[in-house]
């Protein structure tokens, strides 16, 4: 068992060797991701999905409620570590829709891989919006920041 382990870590090893330099950094964003999302974690309230999903000045001000002045300034910081988190899975999801294509000779999978390593710019630009009307929700709650926000 031992020598089928070592032999699949020697022949990744030699894989990853044998990738061009964009499949390379891929793997290095897509663990850096994962280790950024790791690193956020004890940053990140437990119900902070509810608080972007809240669509009502009454619903995000109940979880601004029971949060407390501890829990908004760690909400506060996860939201300023998402800004990176952002910019790293948009990256790596960028250079995986490109790498991919290298493995595809079928034109409207090359096509739809170049897309999508572009359009997933837009989603975290959205993302990134999303992130700042939280900040001014935690700031100051009324509806036009919820309404930007949710």
């Known amino acids: 068992m ?7 870590l020697v022949a990744s090893f030699y894989l990853v060797l044998a990738m061009g330099k964009q499949a390379k950094l891929f793997w290095i964003v897509t663990l850096v991701t994962i280790g950024w999302i790791i690193l956020m974690r004890p940053f990140t309230p437990t119900n902070i999905v509810q608080f972007e999903l809240a669509r009502t000045v009454d619903a995000a001000q109940q979880i601004i409620d029971d949060w407390g002045d501890e829990g908004i300034s760690k909400a506060r910081l996860s939201i300023y570590l998402d800004f990176i988190f952002i910019f790293l899975y948009a990256w790596a999801i960028s250079l995986g829709a ?11 999978l090359v096509t739809a891989g170049g897309f999508f390593s572009r359009v997933i710019w837009f989603a975290g630009s959205c993302d990134i919006i999303e992130n700042v009307a939280m900040l001014m929700t935690l700031s100051e709650l009324n509806e036009l920041t919820v309404s930007m926000a949710f």
């Open 2 to 8: 031992n020598c089928k382990i070592s032999r699949k």
């Open 98 to 108: 490109k790498v991919s294509t290298a493995f595809s000779a079928n034109q409207n």
